[in-house]
């Protein structure tokens, strides 16, 4: 399984690096990490997100494939490997595909974007902290 992820993971970013319109700047590489909650996706938006002792540090490749109304949106895809720390402990690749919003008022003063994507994922076991409060990792 892992194989097939990693090839369409490869296969993803070889087509990209052959387009001829794409700009230096569609590319980027970033790292991040995070706590882990309890809660589906829907539910860690609210202010009463239950943090567990999990964390996750993430590499990730971006490359946007779209631009909209003058560079305001943008339609990206990421390869992404997670590792898992706390109480879980595996590692985790995602594909996600994602819409991002550039241009807000105070852009000037911060330089702000928000991101949304969806994609599939695979987990090199099943997360600990999901079976533990959700009981399955579908």
């Given amino acids: 399984m892992l194989v097939s992820v990693v090839n369409i993971i490869l296969i993803i970013f070889l087509v990209a690096g052959m387009a001829k319109s794409i700009r230096a700047e569609d590319y980027a590489l970033t790292v ?19 943090l567990v002792d999990a964390y996750v540090l993430v590499g990730a490749w971006a490359w946007t494939l779209k631009h909209y109304y ?9 390869g992404q490997a997670a590792k898992y720390f706390g109480d879980q402990h595996h ?3 995602n594909v996600p595909i994602g819409l991002r919003w550039h241009r807000y008022p105070w852009d000037e003063v911060i330089d702000t974007d928000i991101a949304f994507g969806i994609g599939p994922s695979w987990a090199a076991k099943d997360p600990d902290v999901e079976l533990m ?3 399955s990792t579908l």
């Fill in 32 to 50: 991040y990490g995070g706590r882990v909650t309890e809660d589906t996706w829907l539910e860690s938006l609210s202010l009463n997100t239950r």
């Fill in 70 to 78: 003058n560079d305001t949106l943008t339609l990206e895809i990421e």
């Fill in 91 to 93: 590692m985790e690749f």
């Fill in 133 to 135: 409060t959700h009981e």
